[in-house]
């Protein structure tokens, strides 16, 4: 054994070589610019692919180099005397460029090589030898080269000189490859070189791979594996492909040509990351065999992707089991588990999949004739809708995540082949309720009724609309939970819905079936709705059935967006708007005011997580055109708020600021004014908020709350006096929702009867409301007069209500709304509606309640028209005040009636004469009432002495009213007929004599 001198090369680490075993280590050399990346020697020999051997150059580095008068030599693993071939020609590797050496050819192989850059006549080993990349012509000497004579040395299998250690053994199949397409160089060729690879032979004109660059994304084609077809039966292939970075431009056969199979039809990619598209087609003349068929896409940056596929043409295999029989009675499948061959025509194609159908059908109702076939884009491109096919595969039970059931379907494609083209197939007729969607899955059907749109929360973001015949309004909504009427109406409605999807179970780039008015709302209808049934996961989690539909639907608008509602006339418009978490500090941790590092208060923590509105200025700006938009059209008196962020008054402020601004831009007019705040608002990031108008409404005292620790979110009230005099007191709520279910087991979490979560703790919020807070309201206004608006997130029926109610509250949306013959609803949720927006009169403001409706401008739109910017494929935003919220606003119209009336015409009025008392200095008599009306007057009666001359002081004043004395008489009512007397006592000064008119009235100042 001996050690060669470490020597310094100028531009390279330091040299060293050993010997070991009789082998000699190569010099370390610092990375080289160009290296071999390629060494095949078995070109031409049995079994090999290509017919010559060849060396690989390639330019790792940065710059280009200019390899003119450079050359490739080859020596035996233990040979001294080394051949060269010279490259004389003129040549300037880019980076990222290969060089193609070929070499000596042999008597075998299959291909050609890739056009050579350099053709030589080295004849190398096929597993054994050394290559050396030499910057001169000057051949080497010796077994192992002196340090620097060359630039780069590759030594494989029993070499006895290499770089490192010696790469692995060659043979007439493979190849040394040097790893990372040519860009990695640690000097050792062991771990440089994979020598398990098929020759790749890369030349000049193969695309660039700069080393250190971000990869070049390739072309992505999509091919079939296989396309199989009977005999004399002509059928096609969709193929496409795609770059992310470029244009796909070019498809070719490129395999040997057989007659009667050809490229149809190509469609470039229109730009970059686009598809292009094209047809392989095999005509009915296509002798029976198996043909091999490569096709090769081209793009606009010179790269090429191949696939291959291979058509069969050839008897099908046999039917093992129709489609009815593999579907069977049941909800599964008896054959689930095994491998199947059946055969159907094509109905319908979706993103993971394709259906089949059975021609004939067994005329079974209990059995499906019908089949989901989930497989391959490329599988799914050897069918077109109408070809009768033969198809192998795996018979499954697919089961989404939520699912309460599963479906039946075929997996692990083997075999397709075509038998015959052009078939249609009938859709089945099918109503909506349907007991068992199961019956029909997998198959075409027609819905000849109209169908109405029940929910379009999953539009946007699935494709996804809720159907149903009618609307579905929740059970609880209409009866008692629990009761014989509320469980047929769950379970009636459990049957009525299934789900038009877009068949492609992504989030869509175009949003479907909006209208012209860039809107579709619950309660259109759309008809003759065909398509297969499918199942699977739907929006907001769980599974359900699904049409996918074969014929574009066409709806109806039936729900028509409407302006506020028109309400009978009354004195006073009171409205509850819940506003969607209204905040003016932003999930962004910005406010809007433009400062960062901002957050929200919830209990004690305050940061920008505890946010729950607008993302950010552009948003709030969005939302507050909509909301504002709605507060304006509604024109109320005074409205409650629910949702608005619980920092003091700032943001109910904001929104007033911009709601004025909206009314008379410019002006500075103020038309609503916030109510202040009571003293308690609660621990949670969202509190309720009353803002009214000054010109129509007066404040009686200040704000009233209920702190108690039941209530995260205090219900607030204030009492307020009209015009009139009339007073009432409003009470806005905002109740315990029914989401985010405990797991304690207690009476709150979901019991099953449509009320869901926490509402044992909304029953205690109710109870509290008007057995405690209520009470105290009533005694600081002196008015028994009471109005409950706000979200309660409770619907008619349910428990919270009924508390509400059985304390002599009444309800006006079921008085006036389905009094009036309509379904009341505010909300939408999983198709079905109810109210959770309530109006509760107490008894003594009932019968001044004239009208009550809830405007429909929210709740039936779709949620991917509002305000947010983030998760949508298109935006289709506009400020107009539809999806203002998710919830409906309430409008309720109330009379209020003056605590007093003027029954003067009513009643006869005669005064005694007036007797003066020496001892106490005063006048005195009497005035009689008589009530000529014919009707009973209700008391109490309040008599006005009008026109007293000055000087003179009625003594026994009840009071002053207009700045009159009046007396009162408290009397229930005076019959027709009847006459009441009063006492009246006068002092004077001066001369005047006493004298008055009478003015009575019925009621209290």
Not at 670 to 689: E, F, N
Not at 774 to 787: F, N
Request: hydrophobic share 40%; net charge negative; glycine share 10%.
């Amino acid at each position: 054994m001996y050690t060669l001198p470490s020597v310094s090369v100028p531009g390279r680490r330091t040299v060293m070589a050993a010997a070991l075993l009789g082998a000699l280590v190569a010099p370390a050399f610092a990375d080289s610019s160009v290296v071999i990346s390629q060494v095949y020697g078995g070109g031409g020999n049995s079994g090999a692919k290509y017919k010559n051997d060849f060396i690989e150059l390639f330019n790792r580095s940065a710059t280009a180099v200019d390899i003119t008068g450079w050359s490739v030599q080859y020596a035996s693993a233990t040979g001294t005397s080394w051949s060269v071939t010279k490259i004389t020609k003129s040549t300037v590797l880019q980076p990222g460029q290969y060089y193609l050496v070929a070499e000596a050819a042999g008597s075998a192989g299959t291909d050609e090589l890739p056009t050579a850059d350099l053709s030589g006549t080295l004849a190398l080993s096929a597993t054994t030898g050394k290559v050396a990349l030499v910057n001169s012509t000057t051949a080497l000497s010796g077994a192992a080269p002196v340090a620097g004579t060359f630039v780069d040395l590759i030594g494989f299998g029993t070499a006895g000189y290499f770089e490192g250690s010696a790469a692995g053994t060659l043979s007439n199949t493979t190849a040394a490859l040097r790893a990372n397409a040519g860009c990695t160089d640690t000097d050792n060729n062991a771990n440089d070189f994979v020598t398990s690879g098929a020759p790749t032979p890369r030349n000049t004109a193969t695309a660039l791979n700069v080393c250190g660059a971000p990869a070049q994304p390739p072309i992505v084609p999509t091919c079939p594996a296989n396309l199989s077809l009977a005999y004399g039966i002509n059928g096609s292939a969709d193929l496409s492909a795609t770059d992310t970075d470029g244009i796909v431009n070019s498809a070719v056969i490129t395999s040997t040509a057989v007659p009667g199979i050809s490229l149809l039809n190509f469609l470039a990619a229109s730009a970059v990351g686009g598809t292009a598209t094209a047809n392989l087609s095999v005509a009915s003349t296509v002798q029976a065999g198996t043909y091999p068929i490569a096709i090769k896409f081209g793009n606009d940056q010179g790269q090429e992707a191949s696939c291959a596929i291979s058509v069969s043409v050839a008897a099908p295999a046999a039917v093992s089991h129709s489609i009815p029989q593999i579907q069977g009675e049941g909800d599964t499948s008896p054959y689930a588990g095994t491998i199947q061959t059946t055969e159907g025509v094509v109905t319908a194609k979706v993103a993971s999949g394709f259906f089949i159908q059975d021609e004939a059908g067994d005329g079974n109702p209990l059995t499906s004739d019908g089949l989901f076939v989930y497989t391959t884009a490329a599988n799914i491109g050897t069918v077109q809708i109408g070809d009768r096919i033969r198809i192998s595969g795996s018979i499954a039970e697919y089961t989404p995540t939520g699912a309460t059931r599963s479906y039946t379907e075929m997996q692990s494609v083997t075999a397709i082949t075509k038998l015959a083209g052009g078939i249609s197939i009938a859709p089945t007729n099918i109503q909506l309720p349907f007991a068992n969607l199961g019956q029909v899955e997998g198959m075409l059907v027609r819905f000849p009724q109209a169908l109405t749109l029940s929910q379009l929360e999953y539009l946007g973001t699935r494709g996804e609309i809720t159907l149903s015949s009618g609307r579905l309004e929740i059970a609880s909504n209409h009866y008692r939970p629990g009761t014989t009427e509320a469980i047929a109406q769950a379970a009636a409605n459990k049957i009525n819905q299934i789900i038009l999807d877009d068949g492609i179970f992504v989030t869509p780039t175009t949003i479907p079936y909006l209208g012209a008015d860039g809107s579709l709302r619950a309660g259109d209808t759309v008809s003759n709705l065909t398509g297969v049934v499918d199942f699977g996961a739907t929006g907001g989690g769980g599974a359900g059935f699904k049409l996918q539909p074969t014929i574009a639907p066409v709806f109806s608008q039936d729900n028509p967006r409407t302006d506020p509602p028109a309400l009978a006339a009354g004195n006073i418009k009171v409205a509850s708007a819940n506003v969607l978490n209204y905040f003016t500090t932003f999930t962004d941790g910005t406010d809007v005011e433009g400062n960062t590092g901002q957050g929200c208060s919830l209990g004690s923590s305050v940061a920008k997580s505890n946010c729950r509105g607008a993302d950010n200025l552009n948003e709030f700006n969005r939302q507050s055109a909509k909301i504002v938009g709605e507060l304006k059209a509604i024109n109320a008196d005074v409205y409650g708020l629910m949702e608005i962020q619980n920092s003091g008054e700032y943001t109910v402020t904001k929104l007033v600021d911009l709601l004025n601004e909206a009314i008379s831009p410019g002006t500075g007019l103020k038309t609503y004014a916030v109510v202040p705040k009571p003293a308690a608002t609660g621990t949670d990031a969202i509190r309720v908020a009353m803002i009214y108008k000054p010109s129509s409404l007066t404040l009686v005292g200040g704000a009233l709350t209920d702190a108690d620790s039941i209530n995260n979110r205090p219900p607030m009230a204030q009492t307020f006096q009209a015009a009139n005099g009339a007073k009432f007191s409003l009470v806005v709520n905002h109740l315990k929702s029914k989401g985010s279910c405990p797991t304690d087991g207690s009476k709150d979490t979901d019991q099953g009867d449509s009320q869901s979560c926490w509402n044992a703790t909304r029953v205690k919020q109710a109870q509290r409301l008007t057995g405690t807070f209520v009470p105290q309201v009533v005694s600081a206004a002196g008015d028994a007069k009471v109005l409950l608006i706000g979200d309660f997130n409770s619907y008619g029926y349910e428990d919270p209500i009924a508390a509400i109610t059985a304390t002599g509250f009444v309800n006006q949306l079921e008085r006036y709304v389905r009094g009036g013959g309509n379904m009341p609803y505010s909300f939408v949720y999983n198709g079905e509606v109810g109210y959770l927006d309530h109006a509760l009169a107490s008894a003594a403001l009932s019968p001044q309640v004239v009208d009550a409706a809830e405007w429909h401008n929210n709740a039936d739109e779709p949620t991917v028209l509002d305000y947010n910017t983030d998760g949508k494929p298109e935006d289709k935003y506009t400020s107009a005040p539809y999806r203002a919220s998710d919830h409906d606003p309430v409008v309720i119209s109330l009379n209020l009636q003056a605590p007093y009336s003027d029954v003067s015409s009513s009643v006869k009025a005669v005064s005694s004469g007036l007797v003066y008392a020496r001892l106490t200095g005063q006048w005195s008599g009497t005035l009689s009432i008589t009530n000529t009306s014919g009707a009973a007057i209700t008391g109490p009666l309040q008599i006005a002495l009008n026109g007293l001359p000055s000087g003179v002081t009625l003594v026994n004043a009840s009071g002053s009213h207009s700045g009159v004395p009046y007396l009162t008489a408290n009397t229930s009512s005076l019959a027709a007929g009847a006459t009441l007397t009063v006492t009246v006592n006068f002092t004077k000064t001066g001369t005047a004599a006493i004298s008055y008119t009478p003015q009575v009235f019925s009621g209290t100042f």
